[in-house]
């Protein structure tokens, strides 16, 4: 059975950075894509960044606006096993507990995580001052 633990999350005031970390057991990160997703309270979880196993970069539409843009970047270890997800000048808005997952393709940041998706706890950013 798959298992995902994120990582990274915390307080932090707006404009600070924090780096999430995507690890799994059962399963080798590198075959597949990883997204990651986030979900905030009141709000249905949202596609935030995806890297494909072939390590192309993808980010969610929002991404190329004010609120994201150039503000993300996702990355693999493939060694560690793990995905990372840097997250700089973050923004109360930026507030959610974030997920990550596999996913068959990175098309589903944009379309909403499958049904089938795996989910581990989560980890909690809180953007405030």
């Known amino acids: 059975q798959v298992h995902f633990v994120e990582s990274g999350g915390g307080l932090v005031q707006p404009g600070g950075s924090l780096r999430l970390t995507c690890t799994a057991s059962g399963l080798s990160l590198a075959y597949y894509a990883v997204g990651w997703f986030r979900q905030a309270p009141g709000k249905e979880r949202e596609g935030v960044s995806c890297?494909?196993?072939?390590?192309?970069?993808?980010?969610?539409?929002?991404s190329y606006q004010d609120s994201l843009k150039g503000r993300l970047t996702i990355s693999r270890d493939k060694a560690r096993n793990t995905v990372y997800l840097q997250m700089n000048s973050l923004k109360a808005e930026d507030s959610a507990v974030y997920y990550c997952t596999t996913l068959t393709d990175c098309s589903y940041v944009i379309k909403g995580a499958p049904v089938s998706a795996s989910w581990g706890q989560g980890t909690q950013v809180t953007v405030s001052s």
């Open positions: 890297i494909s196993s072939t390590d192309i970069r993808s980010y969610h539409p929002d």
